[in-house]
């Protein structure tokens, strides 16, 4: 499905990826792991196009990707969301829904807004759309609110449903359950298990290791921008590098 050769990204001279390469499988959900600053945010940046990479190939199902620009990405079917909640607050939960849908359907959508009268079902097949992700995520009855009237946890679903209003091929998580209590987060990974069933593919970056190894087929570990193991998660649980990868960052901060 993706494939990423030596992927390299600097900040300023400073290497945040250093030739970081591995495959995602169809159907899968792969945890991207590693301590604050590993560089996983950065790799989804690249991978979405919101910052493209320095060097390296990133393929998607055998195209070449790593030049092109976030909207074109989006409309291959890669979709994404934000370690920091990017919603907008006046609009309604499901308008905010539907921004996912404006990348792949972009001329349907502005033809219908024109409201031409056989263009109207268009309009309503993409809100049932809408509001079928927003069921899939438990927030079907919140459609109109605005969405600054949700709690945090209902924010990170409303940024789940954008995702996946699409059916894009491929989605990037960066940490769904950060900042969500127990119950919270038990209720994402069942969202992902769900995802997963239906055939999604993920990439999963987080720090919740139940989460992790609760969803995940495969595990990516980074550190310091360089891939340092990667298989399934009972193997990555007692790697002696990935243990120290974490330890020593833990020892360091204490
Ligand atoms: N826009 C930027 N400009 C300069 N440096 C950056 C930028 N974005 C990230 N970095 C640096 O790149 C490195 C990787 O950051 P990144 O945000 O990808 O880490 P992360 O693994 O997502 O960490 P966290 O778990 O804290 O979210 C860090 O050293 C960070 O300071
Ligand atoms: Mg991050």
Redesign the pocket.
């Known amino acids: 499905m993706l494939e990423l050769t030596r992927v390299s990204?600097w900040?300023?001279g400073?290497p945040?990826?250093q030739e970081v390469s591995f495959r995602l499988e169809t159907g899968r959900v792969t945890a991207l792991i590693?301590?604050?600053?590993?560089?996983?945010?950065?790799?989804?940046?690249c991978i979405s196009g919101v910052?493209p990479a320095g060097e390296g190939a990133i393929r998607l199902a055998g195209r070449a990707i790593e030049t092109l620009p976030a909207h074109v990405i989006a409309g291959l079917g890669i979709a994404r969301t934000f370690?920091n909640l990017k919603l907008f607050d006046r609009l309604s939960v499901l308008d905010n829904v539907l921004v996912g849908l404006t990348v792949t359907a972009e001329r349907s959508f502005f033809r219908s807004m024109l409201r031409l009268p056989a263009l109207r079902h268009q309009e309503r097949r993409l809100r049932l759309r809408g509001l079928e992700a927003l069921d899939d995520f438990g927030l079907a009855e919140k459609a109109a609110w605005p969405a600054a009237a949700l709690a945090y946890g209902e924010k990170k679903r409303v940024e789940m449903a954008r995702a996946f209003v699409s059916r894009p091929r491929l989605v990037l998580l960066?940490?769904p359950v950060a900042g969500l209590n127990a119950v919270e987060t038990a209720g994402i990974a069942r969202h992902i298990r769900q995802q997963r069933n239906a055939g999604h593919t993920m990439l999963l970056?987080e720090?919740d290791m139940e989460l992790v190894m609760d969803v995940a087929d495969q595990v990516v570990v980074?550190d310091s921008?360089r891939c340092i193991a990667s298989g399934p998660p009972a193997a990555i649980r007692n790697n002696p590098r990935v243990l120290e990868a974490y330890l020593g960052r833990m020892e360091a901060t204490a």
Not at 34 to 45: D, E, F
């Open positions: 990204k900040f300023g400073l945040a990826l590693g301590p604050n600053g590993a560089g996983k945010s950065t790799l989804i940046n910052d370690q960066d940490e970056v720090h980074l921008g």
